[in-house]
């Protein structure tokens, strides 16, 4: 069935240095993407999307890729720090849809 | 800032149970859905919810469970016996328009324990 994964469960990272995590989804028909963060007994917090007709996008700190041909999605994360310490999970929906998570990432970050 | 606000924050209840979890999504939001999350799994579609009316579910959501928007301002998801797999952070989930395309913010969420 469609599905989206993650390839690393957790990452561990010194502080200050770039993180990024990834994302393979396997339904070619979604056209919108996001990453949340969701911290320990919380809900997940938008970070960043994109949508297909883009490739990358960026934010504070945080820049998006998107490749279509190989279905793949990134989050990168510039001069990592503490409080980036979360599990973070992709999602994607084809068009005005549900969203479908991915089964996350933890980072952590070494101070 | 804005935010969806959920009650309880935990809700323990006995197999077989009624329970109602309530929401009170973004004031403007048109769009409202329910989301969740068994320990360390990842996070689930349950319903989504617009002009009074589910606009799309999703398997988990069974004849067990509903959605109502009582008022103006509450959004509520109740599971009329629950069962010990229901246990799980359910989050709801508010966006302006619909979801894809448009950001959802998403509650603290309500932690079920069924026993």
């Known amino acids: 069935g469609e599905s989206v994964g993650l390839h690393l469960p957790t990452l561990s990272v010194q502080e200050g240095d770039n993180s990024i995590i990834n994302c393979a989804y396997s339904?070619?028909?979604?056209?919108?993407f996001i990453w949340y963060k969701q911290e320990s007994g919380k809900g997940p917090q938008f970070i960043i999307d994109?949508?297909?007709?883009?490739d990358k996008r960026q934010g504070q700190r945080v820049t998006v890729l998107l490749n279509k041909t190989v279905k793949h999605l990134s989050l990168q994360i510039a001069a990592t720090q503490p409080g980036d310490s979360a599990v973070y999970f992709c999602?994607?929906?084809?068009?005005?849809?549900?969203?479908?998570f991915g089964s996350g990432t933890r980072l952590q970050v070494q101070p | 800032e804005p935010e969806v606000t959920q009650t309880p924050s935990h809700q323990v209840t006995q197999m077989g149970q009624e329970v109602i979890l309530r929401c009170v999504p973004i004031?403007?939001?048109?769009?409202f859905y329910w989301y969740r999350q068994i320990l360390g799994q990842k996070v689930e579609f349950l319903v989504s919810f617009y002009n009074n009316e589910i606009s799309e579910k999703s398997e988990i959501f069974d004849d067990q469970f509903s959605v109502e928007r009582p008022d103006g301002s509450n959004f509520t998801l109740k599971i009329r016996s629950t069962k010990l797999e229901d246990s799980a952070m359910y989050f709801c989930?508010?966006?302006?328009?619909?979801?894809?395309?448009?950001?959802?913010?998403f509650g603290p969420g309500t932690r079920l324990t069924v026993l």
């Open positions: 994109i949508r297909s007709n883009m």
């Open positions: 999602a994607e929906t084809p068009g005005r849809r549900a969203l479908t």
């Open positions: 989930a508010s966006s302006l328009l619909a979801g894809g395309l448009n950001e959802q913010f």
């Open positions: 339904n070619s028909a979604s056209d919108y």
């Open positions: 004031s403007n939001h048109l769009y």
